[in-house]
């Protein structure tokens, strides 16, 4: 959220994925810890080592499970590549966004927070702290799931990720997370360079065996092309149904220009961002078109996740899905330890702010903080305990994990659109290009954002009007606790109002069964 406070020491470095996707970018936040836990290298990063660092930053779970969760929406072919054209230019767009206000801007070093209220006021700057931090927990339970399901495979006690013995899992890894950032545990040795090979090597063993082995199949993609495992579904839902997964996937590049600080040239920093963003797009989109080289769609729909290990079994055998599910676990066993750190962090940066309540401000004698940890923990345990009872177990969660951060994201690409055309002069000498380039990306990159929310469909847009309303007590609270006065505009009051009209249509919605979760 925030610089850390010079107060407290650090509780935890980042050591996963997860620094991306929490921290703000910071990117002359010099007394900041780095981001994605990048080391200091004499002279600073070069170009490739910033390439790399940005790719293994973005690269997250999501991409073990794409071509199952793609197929289960029952798109074809066709609808899936024109999801991916649409989400290339939109997430590019945001990246450019994030990599943009980290130059014009460069003094909000709270990042999703700041941007959000340096735009539109700390009402809606709160919204976006609270969006982002529930998104943070929800990708705590979705990998749980996903954790599960791998483990699944070697233990089938597990059922599919989403059982009673799943969640008993789950339960006890997180509270054991929890309990070492409570003793003020900083790094595990070696856990990043882990993490970075169990999700690297599976990814690319996968494309090269498949590619050199001949697996892929041209008669079944063209079928796969043509139609997916629901052909009668209308093609722009079938889109619209895989859009969320896309920017799953893709959820973490608003940290990707924090290593920036890092570089040995600052002109390195946009061509790098550039350059790992096209990688990233091209590794996943491997890993579509191919899977659907080797099965039909329809087979792909029912494969149990990680969905990449069925497919590798059924091009190698099975030290394929061995291969798969092995680097699953150890990737988000790893990625869990960090998610734990930065999402109890989310919450005391936001406190130390004064956008959340006191309490969550409060650290143990071992400098962590303990409110927030413990707090957070409650909240995922809650939301592991109806893990079983939950439609799609893993594909529920991450869709209203990606579908909470889509309000964080909007803002930040509203507030860069506001700056290209009320302040201009902040642009001078500080990015290359016109300003009506970036007032183009910036302008897309909202357009995307408020094209994710209708995506999202009528069961994510409920339950995210259903999570969102509780923080006004949170931010009332805050404020009043400090004597500070709130929703003073009455832009903030009509805020309020629709969320809360939301949040009680939804809940007649569900009381109705016009909108079911389980």
Request: with cysteine; proline share 5%.
């Amino acid at each position: 959220m925030s610089a850390r406070s010079p107060q407290r020491p650090d509780p935890t470095a980042p050591l996963t994925e997860a620094s991306s996707r929490l921290r703000a970018p910071a990117l002359h936040d010099e007394g900041a810890p780095s981001e994605g836990h990048v080391p200091h290298a004499h002279g600073g990063l070069g170009l490739f080592r910033l390439v790399t660092t940005v790719i293994t930053l973005i690269i997250g779970g999501g991409v073990f499970t794409l071509a199952g969760d793609q197929a289960a929406h029952g798109a074809s072919g066709a609808a899936i590549l024109t999801a991916w054209g649409i989400s290339g230019v939109g997430v590019f767009c945001l990246v450019m966004t994030f990599f943009g206000l980290s130059r014009v801007k460069p003094e909000l070093k709270g990042g999703i927070y700041s941007y959000a209220s340096a735009g539109f006021g700390d009402f809606l700057g709160f919204n976006s702290a609270w969006g982002y931090w529930i998104s943070a927990l929800l990708c705590t339970v979705s990998f749980s799931a996903l954790l599960f399901g791998a483990l699944a495979y070697f233990f089938p006690v597990f059922g599919e990720g989403n059982n009673l013995a799943s969640v008993v899992g789950a339960s006890a890894l997180v509270w054991f997370y929890a309990f070492l950032v409570s003793r003020g545990i900083k790094e595990v040795t070696g856990v990043n360079a882990v993490i970075t090979i169990s999700k690297i090597v599976p990814i690319f063993v996968a494309i090269t065996a498949i590619v050199f082995l001949q697996k892929f199949d041209p008669a079944i993609f063209v079928e796969n092309f043509k139609a997916g495992a629901d052909p009668a579904l209308p093609f722009w839902e079938q889109v619209s149904g895989t859009m969320m997964i896309t920017i799953w996937v893709f959820v973490g590049i608003e940290g990707a220009v924090a290593i920036s600080g890092r570089a040995k040239h600052e002109h390195d920093v946009g061509k790098a961002t550039v350059i790992a963003f096209v990688c990233v797009l091209t590794i996943y989109l491997l890993v579509s078109v191919l899977s659907m080289g080797v099965m039909p769609l329809s087979q792909l729909a029912t494969l149990e996740n990680p969905a990449l290990a069925g497919v590798m079994e059924a091009a190698v055998g099975p030290w394929g899905a061995v291969l798969v599910n092995g680097g699953v676990v150890l990737s988000l066993v790893g990625a869990m330890l960090g998610y734990t750190v930065l999402a109890s962090e989310s919450p005391y940066e936001a406190a130390v702010q004064g956008v959340f309540v006191k309490a969550f401000a409060r650290t143990n004698k071992r400098g962590a903080p303990i409110v927030t940890l413990v707090v957070t923990n409650l909240v995922v345990e809650a939301f592991l305990v109806t893990m079983p009872f939950s439609k799609g177990g893993y594909q529920f969660f991450y869709t209203i994990s990606a579908g909470m951060i889509l309000l964080p994201y909007l803002l930040s690409a509203a507030y860069f659109a506001k700056l290209t055309f009320v302040d201009k002069q902040a642009f001078a000498g500080k990015l290359g290009g016109g300003i009506v380039l970036w007032r183009v990306l910036a302008l897309f990159g909202v357009v995307y954002s408020f094209f994710l929310a209708w995506a999202s469909g009528p069961v994510g847009l409920t339950v995210m009007s259903l999570l969102y309303a509780p923080g006004i007590v949170m931010y009332v609270k805050g404020k009043k606790e400090r004597g500070q006065p709130y929703l003073r505009r009455p832009v903030d009051k009509a805020i309020v109002a629709v969320i809360l009209v939301a949040a009680a249509v939804s809940v007649v919605m569900l009381a109705t069964g016009r909108v079911s979760l389980v």
